[in-house]
């Protein structure tokens, strides 16, 4: 809790601003690449800022780079990103770990797709993989460090923005690929409607022969079936509208040989979007969205094709936020009010089997949850002030106070000086404070044994930040270095009776320390090239993440244009020495060397082609079971191999 | 919670001071944006030597300074060597020193109605940031439109080549280029 004089601070800051001169910013100087990039028309950015402006560290991918590095997934798109780590968890998806906050779900990032939040509601996770279609996106920003003043709960290690494209015309791709990959996607745009859908069926890309998380052979069917469709809408230019759908089906890719496992769930988000006002200078957004949420679990156990377990997960959540943002001479204040309504429907499992216990006497079934109101309703308030005493500096002081019904009231802020120089420099000290609630299944699980878990407290993280930006012509770089500190980290522990886990706080603070560093060059020429390395370096707690985590991880990207109809993509994908501490001898993480290639091309008529290779030496590769130890290594993707044609044509 | 209610009332208490103290007349911060692209397009386009023989670069607005002085907030600039000048015109036929026309995406058919297109050697701009959907029928050599929440350009080539002009290739790299009209 803030002492009061914080707040008196505050205000006063307030009623200061309301005498400062005027002052406007000159945009002529900034190149037109971050012309591109300012965004103009978002209460998020609350002034024009380009990245290497910003007051945060920010990685950002337009579409070109996208269709260049061609990842088809966020988790595969993340591995370019210095300072996140990906592993790939036991299910299926991967999880990305910012600057060495390790986690099973993606529970400590934000996800905003046209500023809608995605989060699973009992695990707390966003989404990854291929629920969410690169080739949708006109841009993908990763924000590091702490964002809970601006975005609260849950934006402890980072915010991952994605914002759709639009289309004028109609452009529709089909692909084919090894695993039995067929994918297809449609996107049409005329006045003010879009529409986009897509839809993947293929098999698990990973070895058939590779290791259960109890250390047997994995023999669950492959099939896995992904769909979306998103219909966006702009009425009047002051209003968006948006309703997106996604349905998935895919088997537990690490499940051990005597059952077979399966995830399936829907989602659909309706969202709006008004405008009033000024984008830029004084202005007022309103936002309204309405999300559904609905996943079934289930397990058969093989020999029989019996049900050994089912889990099904309802809920529906409403999100209203209103923020508006005014100029005086040369702050921009900005101030807003969320409020949240979840409402479980449904959160119950039947349990009629065990791998290490067989059939039970009796099915077990009940609440996944205890303890816990079926209606929770949060609420927040921020204000921010980004004050330009002069075209040189930028001074940024925000606060959020949350309302959250099952966790108190969080007060979390931030600080950020930046200093622009004309020669295409910029030096950015940061601070900032971050939370993170605990999700449902942490703070309410239903323990499949007799012991009473003590009690939970949200993981918070205060982080210290220098970070550098310079660009010229084609040139781009970016450096960073940081540490935080945090404390409260939860960590799954096994139950003393060996039946179940439950989650708990590591004794003591983390410590995390890390560098990052991007150099990027994107002339004309037929050469491009984009490097990324991260540095790591975490102690502290009890259990450590330490163990886990690589101590430096990085990429290299080659773009060549061969000609004027082919272009060469080269990436490689690199992770230091990992180590573990499940105790089994063959299952090691080591470190990892992976490389991706592509060609690509237009035909004419509107076509063109891409043929792409992703772990191009099918190398095996383990990521480290990062949980209670007990586990064996998940293995990461296998060689994947596919074709892709693209269409684009005014209809 | 009662400090969070402070707060609420302290913003309250600010909004209307910050009201009165914003003054009438400023220019706005999206406007300079718009300007800042304008002023890279002129940068950016290629004139043949004929077009540069004029001691300024002068930019022209169609029927109304629409940037509300942003434009005219950067005259002085060098454009290829020459200093930016900005005026506002009342009619196409008042173009015939604009190397630049920027013309309002609500004016666009006024202008494309008295002749205004195609004219050699003078690039035609359609602000379009303003309207639902960015397409300017081939009217205009450049559009600046809406990309979602971001500013963007979409260069006709067609149109482009008929004025004469040529764009660079760092324009052409981050500008949606499509090809329409005669």
Redesign the interface.
Known sequence: MPPPSRWSLCCALAWALAASPTHGADYSHLPLAELVDLEVFSAASLLPTAPGRAPATVYVFRRDDLARLHPRTLGELAELVPGIQTNQYRKRHTALWSRGLINRYNDKMVLLLDGVRLADFYYGALPSGDELPLDQMERVEVVLGPASSLHGANALAGVVSLTTRDVHGAELRALAGNFASRRAALALGEGGVQLYASALSRDLPYHRDRQSFAGDRVVVPAAEDYATLHLKARPRPSLRLAARYGQWRHPFAFIPATQDAFVEGERLDLSARWQLGDALDRGLELALDQGFDRAREWEEERRSGALAYREVRRAHRTHFAATGRIRLGNHLLTAGLTADREVLDRVDALRLFRYDLGFLQEPQFGDLLRGIDREALDGALFVQDLWQPNPDWTLVYGARRDHLDRYGDPFNHRLAAVWTGRAGHSLKFLYGTALRAPSLRERFKNLESDFAAPPLNPERLTSWEVAWNHRRGPWELQGSAYRQRVEDLIAEVPTPDGADEYFANREGNARIRGVELLLAHRGAGPVGVRAALGLLDADGADPSPGPYLAPWTGSLHLDWRWNAAVEIDLVVRFTGRRRDRNGFADDDPGGRLLFDASASGPLGGGFSWRLAVRNLADARSRDPAADFGAQYNPEGPARELWLEVFWTGRP | ?R??W???L??LL??P???R???AG?????D??R???V??LAK?IHWPAEARSTKAFRACLYRRDFLGGALT??QG?PVAGRPLTVEVIAAPEDAAGCRLVLVAGADLATWRGAGGAGARHRLVVADLT????G?SDGAAAVALV????????VINRRALARAGLTAS???L??AHL?EEGP
């Open positions: 919670m400090r969070l402070a707060l609420a302290a913003a600010t909004g001071g910050l009201e103290s914003a003054a400023e220019v706005r911060e999206l300079r944006v300007a800042a692209f002023y890279h950016l907030e950067l600039r303003e309207a639902p959907a397409e809406r990309r979602g929440d971001r500013l963007g350009l290739s760092e324009l790299k981050l499509v």
